[in-house]
């Protein structure tokens, strides 16, 4: 029996393409612009959170709305210039965006803009300007048709000067969440809010009232954001999962899950940041973009294809360091950018097909899909097996033809490189490969007669 079984002839649905990222391809002042990377990783759809072209404000709020004592209905109250480039750069690489309404994480000792707006109704109104502006085309504005408005990122930390991104207390978040979704829906019913960007869904106390207040206010939840930094699999198995039966067992079945903040993260956040452990810093941030953070990454996104997970964000795109496993300082791709690439690769295959490990072996993943062109293609995914050599199977493809199989590697030697392109002529349908312990393996086979 195969280690992986891959049934070209089995459809079960569509794969999900998941592979989105925070914020856009350009930073410091757009000297660093990867665009052609996102470009050919097909990323789907961007969360601007935290931008940094050329700080880390561009789309917060009191960055095109400096003054909270103007007129919201009038445009010169507004500043758009630097938010209208910033998006202007994401949406040239083909993305979609998710419009964070909010503030950027304040990292420094006295926090300047994380207090709730003296107004909630005012601030809800400076929203729906910024929504005109950028879907409606006013104030000199555009018709980019932007969906998906989301309200704050992590407000469920404890109260008090400790939080990074709301200075209130949890029921003033509920408040002015509420105010400000059901003024956006007034204006446009057809777009899609949502927050509130979750530290954690197991914040339950945050999430239990968060949830109860809207279902309670009749408050539209068209989407719930959270976030996961970890290196259990597990965890985002069960995360997933908790976070649609919470929203089921409120009264929000139609509300769309998303995990729009995740990616690999070994280290300990309550020590990392001190100033003697630079090199503890180091090591937990190149794990990030490394072979290992890569193989995590296409494990999450096999993973997820399975989940009620609707939308996915990895955190970071931009080419910046830390939080970016994607880039280097230089815009140079790292293995965990390739993770993505090869994903893209399997997105040209959408028509998913049943592809299976053998339940005895541990961490070893397999999705595989097919084209109307006749091709298949398979993302396998060792992120902590034995490094050993792996039996292949492939059923159900067309006897009468000779296939082409090109197999991609990427692990600590390759950046999915092509490793092996062989024929396989018909009836030859099984071969063994070496899959090291954090690798990924992107396999396509092309019908040659």
């Not at 109307?372 to 006897?399: F, M, Q, W």
């Amino acid at each position: 029996m195969a280690d992986i079984q891959i049934y070209a002839n089995r459809e079960i649905g569509a794969i999900k393409p998941l592979h989105g990222v925070n914020n856009g391809p350009v930073c410091y002042g757009s000297l660093l612009d990867v665009t052609h990377y996102y470009k050919r990783a097909g990323i789907p759809l961007v969360r601007l959170h935290d931008p940094n072209w050329p700080n880390a404000r561009e789309v917060d709020i009191y960055t095109i709305f400096p003054d909270f004592s103007k007129d919201p209905s009038d445009p010169a109250s507004y500043d758009f210039a630097t938010t209208d480039e910033y998006i202007r750069t994401v949406l040239a690489t083909g993305a979609k965006i998710i419009y964070r309404l909010g503030v950027s994480i304040e990292h420094t000792k006295e926090k300047y803009y994380v207090d709730p707006p003296e107004d909630f109704a005012k601030w809800a109104q400076i929203c729906i300007g910024i929504i005109r502006h950028y879907n409606h085309g006013w104030a000199n504005g555009f018709h980019y048709n932007i969906e998906y408005w989301e309200i704050w990122n992590e407000p469920d930390k404890p109260v008090g000067k400790t939080n990074l991104m709301w200075g209130g207390t949890w029921e003033q978040f509920y408040e002015l969440y509420g105010v400000a979704a059901k003024a956006i829906k007034q204006f446009d019913p057809s777009l899609k809010v949502g927050g509130y960007g979750a530290t954690s869904v197991k914040v339950k106390k945050f999430m239990d009232e968060f949830l109860a207040y809207c279902r309670d206010h009749a408050v539209p939840l068209d989407f719930f954001s959270w976030h996961i930094y970890g290196a259990d699999l597990q965890r985002f198995v069960n995360e997933s999962r908790y976070a649609r039966e919470e929203l089921d067992r409120y009264g929000f079945p139609h509300a769309e899950s998303h995990l729009n903040e995740w990616n690999y993260f070994d280290g300990d956040f309550k020590t990392l940041w001190l100033p003697e452990n630079e090199f503890v810093r180091r090591g937990v941030f190149e794990r990030m973009k490394s072979h290992i953070g890569a193989s995590f990454v296409a494990a999450v996104l096999t993973l997820l294809q399975d989940l009620p997970v609707d939308v996915a964000n990895y955190y970071d795109g931009q080419p910046t360091a830390l939080f970016c496993g994607l880039f280097d300082y230089y815009g140079v791709p790292q293995k965990a950018y390739y993770a993505l690439d090869a994903f893209q690769q399997l997105c040209q295959h959408p028509v998913r097909v049943e592809a299976s490990a053998d339940p005895s072996l541990s961490g070893v993943y397999a999705l595989a899909g097919t084209n109307d062109k006749g091709e298949t293609a398979a993302l396998i995914t060792n992120v902590n097996g034995p490094s050993r050599h792996y039996t292949i199977g492939i059923s159900g493809l067309d006897g009468r033809r000779e296939w082409l199989c090109e197999q991609y590697r990427l692990d600590d030697q390759h950046s999915l490189q092509l490793v092996d392109s062989r024929r396989i002529a018909s009836g030859e349908h099984e071969f063994r490969l070496f899959l090291p312990h954090h690798s990924i393996l992107f396999a396509k086979l092309s019908p040659i007669s």
